[in-house]
């Protein structure tokens, strides 16, 4: 019978080569031959490209590629639900992400001087970087007619029964911010054409088999000629679900035939991956005398940014956790997801379910407040227990553990739980 780990301390299969510094991360691979690449954006979020001469760039000694748009032999695009965040910007840029040229070059230092060389001429267009303003008729439009990627509605009850049944209303705009996951490893790369002309591209990944995928199809070329070696992983959180570095180094590779290295500095990683979407929430929830909730209605608006990355998902769990972990009778939620000309958002730790607890606890504590009720009991009498039926009508039958956590905290606290209940 195979032993169980259940409530045993496991140790981590990498924590050893990660203590003694013997870890190989993609910054630290290395082949014969190789060059150092690095990629060109331009300090505008929203811009139509009028030309882009890397003319002086293959100039400099020791330059040996600079490619624009017109040098993708595939899709120029990528993206884990729709593929339009170009992996070179021809035409149009959207937002400080959008990468105009990239060069590969003898040493890292002339790679730079390269993407300095690089001249970019554009005009600059309106932008819009707040998704209220966004989602207004006549708002610059990112992508199509509209900014509004994503629109799910949740309907439960009777919301105008559950206004009327109400002893107390209480309303609130709660926001959140962008965040940006932070992790200590910058993003790497390291692309190269093996023994029979397939590319390998080695970098810290958490979705080797979609990076295979998007790099075939930006190259051209089919899934079989591409491998992913996914190295040390130095933190994600999610901020390596999306390409980073991955296509433009094997472009690189695929181009000069020879192997090709990209490490971003810690700027460029703030502009390189997604970040946590912005969120803004409009919450209007009732409750009777007793405390019991009676309605929520709400309004969630997040930021997407101007590629979708994984927004219709993010918005989608925001929507379905718009709730929280209570019984509400009669509901009506609103989520978006929104264009603008901001940095992409995408996916990070909690993915959509992080930001709602700020605005639904935070109703419950202003409810608490109008009653004159603890803000245990009111948490206490609305609880989701097992057999309770969520806003989106899923029943809980196991796994329920809410109200043992309740009244443990509650007795850490000193509180007297009998009485507050």
Known sequence: MAETLIGKSVGRIEGVAKATGRALYAADISFPGMLYGKA???PVASARLKKVDVGPALKIPGVIAAL?????????????????????????????N????????????????????????????????????????????????????????????DVEAGRRASAVIVSNIYRTPMLDHAFLQPEAAVARLDERGHIEIHVATQYPHWDRTEVARSLGVSQDRVRIVTSTVGGAFGGREDMTLQILAALLA????????????????????????????????????????????????????????????????????????????????????????NPFTGAMRGFGATQPPVAYEGQMDLLAAELGLHPFTIRWRNI??????????????????????????????????????
Not at 74 to 91: D, R, S, T
Not at 106 to 134: K, S
Not at 309 to 335: C, E, I, M, Q
């Open 68 to 96: 624009t748009a017109r040098d993708v032999p595939g899709h120029n695009g990528h993206g884990v639900l729709i593929p339009h965040m170009p992996v070179l910007a021809g035409e149009r840029v959207r937002s400080v």
């Open 254 to 341: 695929y181009h000069t035939r020879r192997p090709v290295k990209m490490i971003n500095t810690r700027e460029e990683s703030f502009y390189s991956h997604s970040k946590r979407h912005p969120m803004i929430m409009k919450y209007t929830t009732g409750a009777d005398r007793e405390g019991r909730l009676t309605f929520v209605e709400a309004e969630i608006v997040g930021d997407s940014g101007a590629y979708a990355s994984w927004s219709p998902n993010v918005l989608r769990k925001a929507a379905v956790h718009a709730t929280g972990p209570y019984y509400v009778p009669n509901v009506k939620v609103d989520a978006y997801a929104v264009y603008t000309n």
């Open 40 to 42: 060109k954006r331009i």
């Open 384 to 421: 989701l227990r097992r057999g309770g039926v969520t806003a989106t009508g899923q029943v809980l039958e196991r796994s329920v553990g809410l109200e043992a956590c309740l009244l443990a905290a509650a007795r850490a606290a000193g509180w007297d739980v009998e009485q507050l209940k």
């Open 98 to 157: 959008d990468v105009v040229a990239v060069v590969a070059a003898e040493d890292e230092a002339t790679a730079e001087e390269a993407c300095r060389a690089i001249e970019v001429e554009y005009e600059p267009l309106p932008a819009v970087f707040d998704p209220l303003e966004a989602m207004k008729p006549g708002a610059p439009t990112i992508h199509g007619d509209s900014n509004i990627l994503y629109h799910l509605k949740i309907r439960k009850g």
